[in-house]
């Protein structure tokens, strides 16, 4: 069995390449939360005077519409990632996010230019959702390739450990701009932009990291194999060959997105709207819960190297299964900042039993001619139904007088990936990187 790792590539090199592609991970995820994080002070430059809330609701709509571009982000840049290659389908990516960040920077707001400024805000979003749904399977892909056989594991966790430190990034500048740099006014006017260029300028940084990355040794292998072994490389036509593969993806992804956008987006709401928690200690212990839910990520990973990926993912099963109920309703009558810290600490340990190694999974499951698209397509759409869904789902369950409903939801959701846990094979045992 081949080294999914080429003898070419030095220590140095890989370490490099890992590097690039996760430090552009980073930044991708920071300007998506960018987004949700200004959207309260922005709202107001993009849509005409009248009701706060109707300038949310559109605002959350555009929010919306980015996750359900992310399906074919996932299909476009994972077609291309299988047929141009995972460095270059990473630069595109990367690219796409520069794009829509500096266009919702430098926007004139509706004030001067009337409709159009909506339709533009719109435009960088959709940019924004296929630059994000085309970087999950190309980066899942990448770095999983790139990482040596004996730490595939510890190597591809750094995707999540990335897109939660793009989350925190994006808080920091919030808190950091509200209560040092600018007056409420000041942000409301044009501090709202600074983000924005920030999130543009490192994302011109990322693209000229991820130049310098070396391709990866399965891609190059599979190129080299001629033009015969290149026909289905991308097409869903050949996706549709391994079904069982795509149907895992999807099985195994609808519990554990469920329960990541739960406990790390959801959560900052539901302490303040159901908890009782004030906003600004909300935002303190959702930001403190993350950053130690970043730091577990390789550790799982290099867990799940010693004793497989499948163990990992039953534990998640089986504890989301049986504590998801007791710890929403225990969250949501909770007195004490610290009980809700250790309350969510514990939700994120059980989630990190998915989170850090479901990139790896997914990139095993798939021969490399669809590998990227595999990983891309059936993830992004599970993703906008469970995950993008879970706010509304949570606040549509709450308004109807039956809140507990949503811990049901959760609940039968990560139930339903249990099963396809117990079934499947152990992918660190049967990898298909190595075919």
């Known amino acids: 069995m081949s080294s999914a790792s080429s003898p070419q590539i030095t220590p140095l090199q890989r370490l490099r390449s890992i590097f690039s592609g996760s430090v552009g991970n980073l930044v991708e995820w920071y300007d998506w939360y960018a987004y949700a994080a200004f959207s309260l002070y922005f709202a107001k430059a993009f849509f ?7 300038r949310l609701l559109n605002t959350a709509a555009i929010f ?11 299909w476009l840049l994972g077609r291309y990632a299988d047929r141009r290659g995972r460095k270059a389908a990473l630069m595109l990516s990367v690219l796409m996010m520069c794009t829509g960040s500096l266009m919702i920077a430098l926007t004139p707001g509706y004030a001067s230019i009337g409709i159009a400024a909506p339709a533009l805000l719109l435009l960088a979003r959709l940019l924004q959702g296929l630059s994000v749904g085309g970087e999950y399977g190309a980066s899942a892909t990448y770095l ?10 510890f190597w ?3 995707q999540y450990v ?4 793009g989350h925190l990034l994006a808080l920091a500048v919030l808190i950091a701009l509200q209560q040092v740099f600018l007056t409420p006014e000041q942000l409301e006017d ?3 932009r600074i983000p924005f260029l920030i999130g543009a300028a490192a994302a011109a940084t990322a693209l000229y990291l991820r130049r310098n990355m070396d391709e990866t040794e399965a891609y190059s292998r599979q190129r080299a194999g001629g033009p015969q072994r290149a026909r289905g490389e991308g097409t869903l036509r050949e996706l549709m060959r391994h079904p069982r593969a795509v149907l895992t993806v999807i099985g195994l992804t609808m519990g554990g997105t469920l329960a990541f956008y739960t406990y790390t987006t959801y959560v900052h709401k539901f302490m303040v709207n159901s908890a009782g928690i004030e906003k600004s200690m909300a935002s303190l212990i959702n930001a403190g819960t993350l950053f130690v839910y970043m730091l577990l990520q390789p550790l799982f990973g290099a867990l799940s190297d010693r004793i497989g990926r499948r163990p990992l993912l039953i ?4 504890l989301g299964t049986l504590l998801t109920v007791p710890i929403l309703s225990r969250l949501q009558q909770v007195g004490s900042p610290m009980a809700a810290f250790g309350l969510i600490m514990l939700a994120l340990v059980v ?7 479901n990139a790896v999974v997914k990139a095993e499951l798939f021969p490399v001619e669809v590998r990227a698209l595999g990983v891309g397509l059936p993830y992004a759409l599970t993703v906008a139904v469970f995950g993008g869904s879970a706010d509304y789902v949570a606040l549509w369950f709450k308004d109807i007088g039956h809140e507990s409903g949503f811990y049901w939801y959760v609940t039968a959701c990560i139930g339903c990936s249990l099963l396809v846990y117990v079934f499947m094979r152990d992918t660190r045992t049967y990898s298909r990187i190595e075919d």
């Not at 999983?144 to 594991?153: I, K």
Request: proline residues 4%; hydrophobic residues 40%; without cysteine.
């Open 144 to 153: 999983s390739e790139m990482a040596t056989r004996e730490h595939r594991g």
């Open 156 to 158: 591809s966790s750094f």
């Open 64 to 74: 919306a519409v980015g996750f359900l571009m992310r399906p074919l982000g996932g």
């Open 315 to 318: 534990g998640f099963g089986v």
């Open 351 to 357: 989630v990190s039993g998915y989170t850090s190694i």
């Open 190 to 192: 044009w501090g709202w």
């Open 162 to 165: 990335t897109l939660v430190m």
């Open 48 to 54: 005409p005077e009248g009701d706060d809330t109707a």
